[in-house]
């Protein structure tokens, strides 16, 4: 089990939101880069960053911050982005940089022919990021609900050639509230593409109810507030998850 530290990127800060409320944000780092290094030092082998304003805006806004994050990061670990990113030229860009994995979201709802293109053009890069409230897909840094179904749209992405799933309960993101176990191993067992679960990680018990369904398909978590806020120590968590899987 992958424990994932985030580092969520607004105004070229380190935050983190409640429920993707941009007007709810708590500053944990003036200097991303450093929040990064930190990880690294406590041994995560992942990193998941967010370009907060660009989600909002539909185009990278925090570029600088996180390049500074892959010049610092070298080849250590992977990298993980997503947040408006929308083109190909965008992608490319940041594979350039030395980032390892694109997430995709509201683009590959709205515009599926452009993470085919994606897929097509970047094949083992590209990550779906489906949001998502009561098993309807969010769009638009979470500000629109759709009619779509996750599990449908899982499976379509799948077919397009999709590396994995980063799957967000978004009424849990930022509330400490436990991950949702159950939505995400029914998307999981629906794939046959790894699934990395997002949204409310809060204790060693949400831990260690994740490692009991790895054998599902769920490969990884994002860790966001948890970890910033004390409630979980990373390291040890790392430590217990590989423990019990490995």
């Not at 769009?139 to 179904?149: E, V």
């Not at 369904?213 to 490969?219: A, F, L, P, Q, S």
Request: glycine letters at 12%; one cysteine or more; aromatic letters at 6%.
């Amino acid at each position: 089990m992958l424990l994932i530290p985030a580092i969520d990127l607004k105004d070229g800060r380190c935050v983190r939101l409640r429920q993707g409320d941009m007007d709810q944000s708590t500053v944990f780092g003036e200097d991303p880069s450093e929040v990064a290094k930190n990880w690294l030092e406590q041994g995560a082998r992942r990193l998941h960053l967010v370009d907060l304003n660009g989600a909002f805006a539909g185009q990278p806004k925090n570029e600088m911050a996180i390049r500074k994050i892959l010049k610092i990061v070298g080849s250590a670990v992977d990298v993980q982005l997503g947040g408006g990113i929308r083109d190909l030229d965008t992608i490319e860009r940041y594979l350039d940089a030395g980032l390892r994995y694109v997430i995709i979201g509201t683009a590959a709802v709205k515009n599926p022919g452009f993470l085919q293109d994606a897929c097509t053009a970047f094949g083992g890069h590209i990550i779906v990021g489906l949001d998502a409230r009561d098993g309807k897909i969010a769009t638009d840094g979470w500000s629109k609900l759709t009619r779509h179904d996750v599990v449908d749209l899982g499976k379509k992405f799948e077919d397009y050639g999709v590396e994995s799933i980063v799957y967000t309960d978004i009424g849990r993101d930022g509330m400490l509230s436990g991950i949702n176990i159950e939505a995400t191993v029914k998307l999981a067992r629906a794939l046959t593409i790894p699934v990395i679960a997002s949204g409310g990680l809060s204790t060693m018990s949400d831990i260690e109810a994740l490692c009991e369904v790895e054998g599902d398909g769920v490969e990884g978590v994002i860790c966001g507030r948890a970890i910033y806020s004390g409630n979980l120590d990373f390291a040890t968590a790392q430590a217990r998850a590989d423990e019990l899987n490995g």
